[in-house]
């Protein structure tokens, strides 16, 4: 199998290259030579580095010492992969004796929580670990500490002493220079840096990884330094202390095709190039150049790379020739990462193939490194479940290929029958194996398939058995939907099915006729005796399957709390600090929302100059308060929207203007929404753009776009309403209130919020598209429509599952959650909110904790919405009360938001109930507790 020089004879970029092209030269490889076959003979010789307990791991860096390879990978002991938001993914360094291919050692360097000597790791993945050699004595590894959405992620550092092989018990920070100063390593100093030189894309607070490896050109390190879920790449120097990377410049452009994950080498002229992953578009690798480091060119794709797929590219040189590693788009066997192609070149000019590694077991994110004559690299195989490291070759050379042929690939292995006994595979989609069954399936068939959803139709009577989860904490129980469907729970004990507590299961039973049809979502083996199932197609409508949560309780969390902690006392202290931003005319407000930006909180409203209330009709209108967080003083009051208000593009009809709501687009854009209500046509939502530089707001508004299943329709109640009745919502349409309700967050580098109609009763969780424009409804939650559900707040709890507190006009506040965002379990109570009252609550989380606000049903002074709860639990299951707000004043509609280590809150708050004002303030630095000496209450004043 032999691949044609690849020679390019056009420009190879732009200036920096302009006067390059391809001359002839001798072949640099031997005649005949077959890549694909090189590539299955390095392949042969690898070894997995990974522990034998590991289920998951990726993105590996090594270095070589004498005669040992020091390997760092994330990993983690639950699941095939790696995610951010995963915070039991940890770091680990593998020593292997480069002569007998044996691990020697694997250590455990960096996890969530670990306490070292200095300071103790927060919650959250430690990810993208690298290393490189800091001395003599010393390897030096690095590693990102991340929660995303609940913090910035900070770069780590963490010594190992070559010597005694073992780590310093300390860890630093790494340090980022750029042109504003010196800062600990975090998202928002690259991103301002970027966003000086024009990077438009929004800000991420994860995500900053050393994503090549650290190069040494000249007598100086080189890193690039890159933002995955951002899409930015920079190029840095180290310094000497290998704590600081000094940004020197930044590729990102075109930035319309999401360039991340770069590799960077230097031309023999001087030029620094680079190779870019590619999210966008057609997800093929762009090049860019540079002569400084620090102005590159427009990136663009190259004809000697055509048909890349989006992974990290390595790009390395290795005794005068360059090695540019890609992942090409092609797939074995339907498998994704699966061919990755090794290229190789004198001048960076004319390239030439000398490995095309092809594998259905993947073969992604390799690391080169040349050690004493040899290549040696490590790589992710799998579904990113393990690393395995191996020699490539003695450098530049070419093993001997006489006599050689390549070896067919083996086909699949040929599933085992699908029979309960002991060390069978359970699911499709999961290599988990049979380890305990009960006694009365032993030996039964039973149907495999996905473990995330089952719909099934009985083709000959019988009986059938049922597998699921035993109810508790964190298990993907089924009892409720198979009682439901009509199984009777089996009086045996529970068995281990496969490890993990969460995995004892019960057993169910039902005799089932021709014709039935059983769908089930997220983990249900059926068993059949005498009777025939079939699989049916997978289907959008699931309401056979009913979820029910994992039980939660509430008990006291000594990690969190204080001994003796008063959440009144708390609460009295930050009411006291509370300051009101509505203006002095305003005789009703409501509903606030707001952004911090450097000192500032920019609050949007809704007021009424008529009465106390919300009541005023067309009378309500929307402003925008810029208020000094240094000072708390507000700055300014700026009119946003008001009924029949004449814009430079429409005039806005006679109507209320309600329910405003505030993020941040860009670094000098405020995207201002707001609901018109005319009195007999469709409400709309709106938006105007505040500009943060002149302080004032464009003179035009635009409609804000809603996708649904039925397409991309103007924001209008009505097509909310179309979409849920298609999924079976049944209460009637209203041609009023749609509201983007909750807060905008993000996971996973998205936008999410609840979109809402109070009058309707309807909720669902929509993302919102990087234009800023549109919300793409993902999923519905409106059972039981019995309740009257509406104002919810959605977080997503640590094992990746959404879930929402809804308000209930009817009652309590409901719980739903989902694993998929578009189906949700059927709400119900909670006992760690017994008494909750109908009102909006509030569900974030801040430093590893979640916060859940809701309103308690409890008069002050005889007041409505006088006492408002807020719970924190690190899981989302143990709850303890911080705060007790108490007041005959109200206090109602609070909106909580981050901002530099500090929670700032907007709160409504009226006379018994009524709504006049808004007020702002401080709640806490992050997760702190103030003194208990400040604990005594002061006696509350019914002014």
Avoid at 501 to 519: A, M
Avoid at 568 to 594: P, R, S
Avoid at 693 to 720: Q, Y
Avoid at 795 to 817: K, Q, S, V
Wanted: net charge neutral; charged share 25%; proline share 6%.
């Amino acid at each position: 199998m032999n691949t044609p020089t690849l020679t390019i004879l056009t420009v190879l970029l732009l200036a920096p290259l302009a006067a390059l092209h391809a001359a002839a030269a001798p072949s640099l490889l031997p005649p005949g030579w077959d890549t694909a076959l090189a590539g299955d003979t390095v392949m042969e010789r690898l070894i997995p580095v990974t522990a034998p307990q590991v289920k998951g791991a990726h993105d590996s860096d090594l270095v070589l010492v004498d005669e040992h390879a020091f390997i760092v990978a994330m990993v983690n002991d639950e699941k095939p992969g790696e995610h951010p938001a995963w915070p039991e993914i940890y770091d680990v360094l593998a020593i292997v004796n480069l002569s007998t291919l044996k691990v020697e050692s694997v250590i455990p360097y960096a996890r969530s929580g670990q306490a070292f000597d200095n300071e103790t790791l927060p919650v959250g993945a430690c990810f993208v670990p690298r290393i490189v050699r800091k001395d003599e004595r010393t390897l030096r590894c690095y590693f990102a500490s991340e929660e995303p959405s609940a913090r910035h992620s900070q770069m780590y550092i963490r010594d190992f002493d070559l010597v005694t092989r073992t780590f310093d018990r300390r860890i630093q920070r790494a340090k980022i220079k750029t042109s504003a100063g010196v800062f600990d390593m975090q998202p928002r100093h690259l991103y301002d840096d970027a966003a000086r030189h024009g990077f438009t894309k929004p800000a991420k607070d994860f995500g900053l990884y050393f994503i090549d490896s650290l190069k040494t050109f000249g007598r100086r390190t080189y890193a690039v330094v890159n933002n995955f879920p951002g899409k930015q790449n920079a190029w840095a120097l180290v310094h000497d202390d290998f704590v600081t990377f000094e940004i020197l410049g930044h590729l990102n452009e075109p930035q319309s095709v999401d360039l991340s994950e770069a590799s960077v080498n230097c031309l023999p002229d001087g030029t620094w190039m680079a190779i870019c992953r590619q999210d966008g578009g057609n997800r093929n690798y762009y090049f860019t150049t540079s002569r400084d480091g620090r102005k590159w060119s427009v990136g663009k794709e190259m004809p000697f790379v055509p048909n890349g797929g989006n992974s990290k590219p390595t790009f390395d040189k290795f005794s005068g020739l360059y090695y540019l590693g890609w992942q090409e788009s092609t797939k074995i066997e339907g498998v994704g990462r699966s061919v990755f192609n090794i290229d190789i070149s004198r001048d960076g000019k004319t390239w030439e193939r000398k490995y095309r590694f092809e594998s259905r077991d993947t073969f992604q994110y390799p690391t080169f490194r040349e050690h004493n004559g040899a290549i040696w690299f490590s790589v992710t195989q799998g579904r990113k479940e393990r690393i395995m490291f191996g020699k490539l070759e003695n450098t530049g050379q070419f093993e001997s290929q006489t006599g050689k042929t390549r070896k067919a690939m083996p086909p699949p292995a040929a599933e085992e029958p699908a029979v309960m006994k002991p060390g069978v595979k359970l699911f499709t989609d999961r290599k988990y194996v049979i380890e305990e069954i009960p006694n009365l399936v032993r030996g039964l068939p039973f149907l495999r398939a996905s473990i995330e959803q089952l719909d099934v139709e009985v083709t000959k009577p019988g009986t059938l058995y049922a597998l699921t989860p035993t109810m508790r904490p964190r298990a993907a129980s089924q009892e409720n939907a198979l009682v439901q469907a009509g199984f009777t729970k089996v009086n045996i004990p529970e068995t281990q099915l496969f490890p993990g507590e969460i995995n004892r299961v019960s057993l169910y039973r039902k005799n089932v006729t021709t014709g039935e049809r059983l769908r089930f979502r997220t983990f249900v083996v059926l068993i059949t005796d005498k009777a025939e199932i079939q699989l049916r197609p997978p289907s959008k409508e699931m309401s056979g399957a009913i979820l029910t949560m994992p039980p939660i309780t509430r008990r006291y969390d000594a990690g969190i709390l204080p001994k003796d902690w008063d959440p009144k006392a708390a609460a009295d202290k930050v009411m006291a600090g509370l300051v009101k931003i509505t203006a002095l005319h305003v005789k009703g407000a409501h509903d606030a929302e707001f952004v911090c930006v450097g000192d500032r909180a920019y609050i949007v409203e809704h007021d009424n100059d008529i009465q106390p209330g919300h009541g005023a009709g067309a009378a309500q209108y929307c402003v925008l308060t810029v208020v000094n967080l240094k000072t708390l003083a507000v700055e300014k009051i700026i009119p946003m929207a008001k009924s029949e208000q004449v814009f430079d593009n429409v005039t806005l009809p006679k109507g209320m203007c309600f329910v405003p709501r505030i993020i941040r687009k860009d670094e000098h854009t405020l995207r201002c929404y707001f609901c018109s209500q005319p009195a007999k046509e469709q409400a709309i939502t709106w938006y105007r753009d505040f500009d943060l530089r002149t302080l004032a707001f464009a003179g035009s508004i635009h409609k804000a776009k809603l996708k649904t299943a039925a397409g991309v329709f103007d924001m209008e109640p009505r097509h909310f309403h179309a979409d849920a009745a298609a999924q079976g919502f049944t209460k009637p349409p209203v041609n009023i209130g749609l509201y983007i309700f909750d807060s905008f967050k993000e996971f996973d580098g998205r936008r999410y919020v609840a979109i809402n109609n109070f009058p309707g009763k309807q909720n669902a969780l929509a993302q919102l598209h990087d234009d800023f424009v549109t919300f793409e409804i993902i999923g519905h939650y409106n059972e039981p429509q019995s309740q009257q559900l509406s104002e919810s707040a959605v977080n997503r709890l640590p094992d990746g599952t959404w879930m929402a507190i809804c308000r209930n006009d009817g009652g309590n506040y409901h719980f739903t959650t989902s694993q998929d965002g578009k189906r949700w379990t059927v709400g119900e109570p909670k006992p760690f909110v017994p008494n909750g009252l109908n009102s909006k609550p509030t569900f974030d989380k801040f430093g590893g904790v979640y916060y859940l606000g809701w309103q308690e049903n409890t008069s002050i002074g005889g007041g409505r919405r006088s006492v408002f709860n807020v719970d924190i639990s690190r899981d989302g299951k143990k709850w303890d009360r911080k705060y007790r707000f108490e007041s005959p004043d109200s206090f109602q509609y609070p909106t909580f938001h981050e901002h530099n280590g500090v929670i700032w809150l907007t709160v409504t708050q009226g006379h018994k109930g009524s709504t006049d004002r808004i007020m702002f303030g401080k709640l806490e630095d992050v997760g702190q507790f103030n003194s208990p000496n400040q604990r005594t209450r002061a006696p509350l004043t019914d002014k």
